[in-house]
Structure formats: structure tokens, C-alpha cells
């Protein structure tokens, strides 16, 4: 490469859990630059989390953190062309990337979801995604299956 790599910004804490994977998320969660919008969507889902599942002893960020790792994908599939065909080969994913993938669709399938408002949807998702449930950990689920199913092609890893 030419040119450096750019660095990586440090992200500042949340001002509630004073968590930086908060603040990623929110990131992520944001829309048209509305940030304070997407605090709000989340510390009111976190609540909510926190009503619905009394029966733990957990606290609603704990739970939201378990349900972020349990869409975690650990490998996923990559296009690699090879003497005029195109193969799919399994590979282990970075662990920021792994972050990445969960919070996308964590909150991709929350947005997909018949509710009423975004915290509730959000609420709702976190709380499948920790009891293995749900559309972001089918997601995961299915990704395992595509590396499972295209293991022959892992030689050809680059």
C-alpha cells in the first residue's frame, strides 16, 4: 500500500455506563446524525430489558452484552477467485469485526421487528438474541452453516 493506514479514533465512554461498546453501538443505532435520539432508544430499551426479565439477577447491560455475544459470528465466508471460478472459503474473523457483524444485525433485525416503538423492537431483539433466539442469532447460525458447508474449500485460503 501506498499510503498509511489510518488510525484508529479512540471512541469516548457513554455518559451512563461509561462503556465504550455502548457508545459503538449507538454509533451504529444512530440515524441521520441524531445521537442523543439514539441514547435515548437505547437506555430506554436497557430499561426495558431490565422489566421484562426479572426472573435474572442480571442487570439489562449485562443481559444486552450476552446477547451481543451470542450473535457473535466466529467465521464467516469469503469469495476468492480461483482459475476462472469463484469459491467461497471459510475464514476466522477479526474480533472487532466479530463486533461489527453482531451489532449490525442485532440492530437490523430489532428494525425489522412489528412493534411499536424502536426500544421496544430493540428491547425485544436483545432478549431473544440472550435466550438464542431470534433473527440476528439465525443469522449467525446460518453463516456457521455456510463456512460448515464450504470447509472442502479452506486450502485455499489466502
Do not use: C
Request: proline share 4%; aromatic share 8%.
Amino acid at each position: 500500500m501506498r499510503k498509511k493506514q489510518s488510525k484508529k479514533r479512540p471512541l469516548l465512554p457513554d455518559p451512563k455506563y461509561k462503556d465504550q461498546l455502548v457508545t459503538r453501538f449507538v454509533n451504529n443505532l444512530m440515524k441521520s446524525g441524531k445521537k442523543s435520539v439514539a441514547y435515548k432508544i437505547f437506555y430506554d430499551s436497557i430499561s426495558i430489558v431490565e422489566n421484562k426479565n426479572n426472573e435474572d439477577e442480571k442487570s439489562g447491560l449485562e443481559i444486552w452484552k450476552d446477547a451481543l455475544s451470542n450473535v457473535m459470528p466466529h467465521v464467516e465466508v469469503r469469495s476468492r477467485r480461483i482459475g476462472g471460478a469463484t469459491f467461497q472459503i471459510p475464514m476466522q474473523i477479526r474480533p472487532d469485526r466479530k463486533i461489527s457483524y453482531a451489532i449490525k444485525w442485532l440492530i437490523n433485525s430489532a428494525r425489522k421487528r412489528n412493534e411499536k416503538s424502536m426500544a421496544n423492537k430493540l428491547a425485544s431483539e436483545v432478549l431473544a438474541a440472550y435466550k438464542e433466539e431470534g433473527a440476528a442469532v439465525k443469522k449467525r447460525v446460518d453463516t456457521h452453516k455456510m463456512a460448515e458447508a464450504n470447509k472442502a474449500f479452506s486450502h485455499f485460503r489466502f
